[in-house]
């Protein structure tokens, strides 16, 4: 405790020389004034680390003294002990008011003062410590902050690469960390409808968006290359059930909007039960999950079935995390399901219905806020012409793509009753940097040829039972039933790409095992207009898109032109 530097401000001056004496000799370095005022001047000049100091004084008092001193030292801490002979209880009060820590009454006791002066640099000493090591923890706290916010804007640009923007969904997101455990992903496919995922990880803030990142690259990776929702599904529960540690999991809810059928296939696992509005009837429909969340189970036991729900243009799905029905008020009740129900009920258009519920949470909660990240989606079933034209980004290829390249690719029965190659087929063709942003397009092609060939190729299917609603049902009962008793047949995909960076060719040849057809005369007639407007579609629509599409032989070839980059007039 050598270099302790004590401040001894009194007006007497042998009371201050005899205390002087006394705390030199006990191997302090005292400094001396002989009023408040000056007091304060020397605590500026020599910033004492204790300071005795007398109550009455001229010019300026001890309690005003000390008010200045505390000022002067803000956070720091400065021990006052007060030197008075003053023996009433609100003197002494108004002493400790003014930023006294103690008293020392006269005559002095060495002893007790020495205790006392040893008592408060040890407490001085502790507050310094405790002020480095408040200090220390804000400089890591606010570069963690920053690493988070970086991780943040890294993930957002991930999370944030697909559609929600689009006019048919509304969403809320209220973190409550700088990471959200929430996560809300959307995507248009090749096939141009629409994969919605909503996703809640066990607890909040950065351990809860661990696996969001890998979880979103998945989800955008998959549905850009065309893997159907079950496929991506089953890709994101193996990846969650290997990363992430026991107890964590991310409770999900999965739609997909098909605008042409206009239906809902829906996927919940562990997430609140949602609603679905019609909005013609005003009818509530409640959607439960059937499902563990995604990350639990083995990919052996997970199940990926999805409900189906047939919608008309205006019905709309509700979706939130249990953030909503969980949140408190003031008085520590929770918002709830009853209440959330009050809203479908009470609010007349369903257009209200998303600012209703928030206006309702955020009444509930009287301004105090979330113990939990909440979020709030709701998707409406449009017309597709009301939505932005596909646009296919991947994230994954070369820059510069191979130019020069040819590909025999061929399906036996057990792959055709197994396997889709759709995804493989398109990740091959985004490979070529110039047709990226045909991606669209090439799905359709890829998919329509694909379709043709092993539907009414090798399976024998006759587009006319197309002609009736009723005969759609029949089509694709009697495509079960030859898929399963199929014994032999093959599709054989052929591709072939040309070009120099700039521009480029594909050619894309699709052969079946089938008899072939009359192509001449079908090409006829539906150029005519002449058939049913159930079939025949899907030729027309690839006609449009490619520069050149000719049946070969029998008919059970098939060879696709497209050149890139797309000429506007007349094309696209």
């Known amino acids: 405790m050598d270099g302790i530097k004590v401040l001894i401000a009194d007006d007497n001056q042998i009371d201050r020389m005899v205390l002087s004496r006394i705390v030199r000799n006990q191997g302090y370095d005292v400094f001396e004034a002989e009023n408040g005022a000056l007091a304060v001047t020397a605590y500026e000049e020599f910033r004492p680390d204790i300071v005795l100091m007398d109550v009455m004084m001229p010019v300026m008092d001890g309690r005003e003294a000390a008010r200045r001193i505390k000022a002067d030292a803000g956070e ?19 002493c400790l008011d003014s930023g006294g820590d103690d008293f020392l009454s006269k005559p002095y006791n ?37 690493e988070q916010h970086v991780a943040k804007a890294v993930f957002d640009n991930v999370a944030h690469a697909g559609c929600l923007s689009a006019p048919n969904i509304r969403f809320m997101l209220s973190p409550l960390a700088v990471f959200n455990g929430d996560v809300l992903l959307a995507a248009r496919n090749p096939a141009g409808g629409m994969y919605v995922l909503l996703g809640d990880f066990t607890g909040h803030g950065l351990p809860a968006a661990i696996g969001a990142m890998p979880l979103a690259e998945i989800f955008y990776g998959m549905t850009a290359k065309g893997f159907a929702l079950s496929d991506i599904l089953r890709e994101i529960n193996l990846k969650l059930k290997g990363i992430l540690p026991v107890g964590f999991f991310c409770c999900a809810v999965v739609a997909e909007l098909n605008f042409d059928r206009k239906i809902m296939n829906v996927w919940m696992g562990g997430v609140p039960d949602c609603y679905l ?12 999950s ?132 759709m995804p493989l087929m398109i990740h091959v063709m985004m490979e070529v940097p110039g047709l990226r942003a045909m991606g669209g397009q090439l799905y359709t092609v890829m998919a329509e040829l694909f379709s043709n060939a092993f539907e009414h190729g090798v399976l024998g299917l006759s587009s006319s039972l197309k002609a009736t609603p009723q005969g759609f049902m029949e089509y694709y ?21 040309r070009g120099d960076g700039r521009s480029g060719e594909l050619i894309l040849r699709i052969e079946d095992s089938g008899p072939g057809f009359d192509y001449q005369e079908v090409l006829e007639r539906k150029r005519r207009g002449e058939g049913n407007e159930y079939s025949g579609r899907g030729l027309r629509l690839i006609e449009e898109i490619c520069d050149s599409l000719q049946y070969i032989g029998i008919g059970n070839q098939v060879e696709a032109v497209i050149r890139w980059p797309r000429m506007t007039e007349g094309r696209d």
Do not use: C
Request: glycine content about 6%; cysteine-free.
């Open 76 to 94: 720091e801490f400065v021990p006052v002990i007060f030197l008075t002979s003053l023996t009433d209880a609100q003197s002494l009060a108004d």
């Open 110 to 146: 060495p002893i007790i003062l020495k205790a006392k002066i040893s008592s408060f640099y040890r407490m001085r000493e502790m507050h310094r410590m405790l002020q480095a090591q408040r200090d220390t923890i804000a400089i890591h706290n606010e570069h963690l902050l920053h």
């Open 277 to 288: 509005l019609r909005a013609t009837s005003g009818e509530v429909e409640t959607l439960s």
């Open 290 to 421: 059937r499902n563990l969340p995604l990350g639990v189970l083995s990919n052996e036991k997970f199940k990926d079935e999805m409900v189906e729900y047939q919608v008309d243009a205006g019905d709309r799905l509700f979706v939130w995390s249990d953030g909503i029905q969980e949140a408190r008020n003031p008085h520590g009740e929770m918002f709830g399901e009853e209440r959330l129900r009050d809203v479908f009920v009470t609010t007349q258009n369903p257009e209200d219905v998303f600012d209703a519920i928030q206006m309702a949470l955020n009444d509930f909660l009287e301004g105090s806020g979330n113990d939990d990240d909440t979020t709030l989606l709701e998707l409406k079933m449009v017309e597709e012409s009301e939505l932005e034209e596909v646009e296919l980004k991947l994230a994954s290829g070369p820059v510069s793509g191979p130019i020069d390249w040819e590909m025999h690719y061929e399906l036996g029965i057990s792959s055709l009753k197994n396997f889709n190659p």
């Open 477 to 497: 009962r009697q495509r079960e039933e030859r898929l399963d008793g199929l014994v032999d047949g093959f599709v054989r995909i052929h591709m072939q790409h």
